[in-house]
């Protein structure tokens, strides 16, 4: 499968994911993008929508929030390519961080950047 799917925690940022998602998905959508996207309705949620983004064939998939959401997601995703004897090399995983602190991506210098992200 080719498109993306984005898994997005409405509470991270402190509530500001709603509104930074409006954006990113105009962006997506103007640049051609397929994509599905899913909120979160719970802790852990993410890493459940991942396991099932991939047993439904998905192979890029997008934590939309902060350091918890990318956790969730590469978890779900880690955890199904093991119970499925998948490599987990086939997989994209990306991230539009929102979050309030948001270190994940302060340690590895990824630039905080949605226009060049959806870009």
């Known amino acids: 499968m080719t498109d993306w799917y984005f898994i997005l925690n409405p509470r991270a940022g402190s509530g ?6 409006e954006k990113a ?4 959508s103007a640049a051609g993008v397929s994509f599905t996207a899913v909120h979160t ?4 949620h993410a890493a ?3 396991a099932e ?3 439904s064939g998905y192979r890029r998939i997008v934590a939309v929030g902060g350091d ?3 956790h969730d ?5 880690a955890s199904w390519c093991a119970e499925n004897g998948v490599d987990s090399s086939s997989f994209t995983m990306g991230v539009i961080p929102i979050g309030s602190g948001n270190d994940w991506i302060k340690s590895l210098e990824v630039p905080h950047d949605l226009e060049r992200w959806c870009g």
């Open 68 to 70: 918890g959401s990318v």
């Open 41 to 44: 309705v719970r802790k852990g």
């Open 25 to 28: 998905e105009k962006m997506l």
């Open 16 to 21: 500001k994911t709603m509104s930074e998602w």
């Open 73 to 77: 997601v590469l978890q779900g995703i």
């Open 53 to 55: 983004a991939a047993a």
């Open 48 to 50: 459940s929508l991942a």
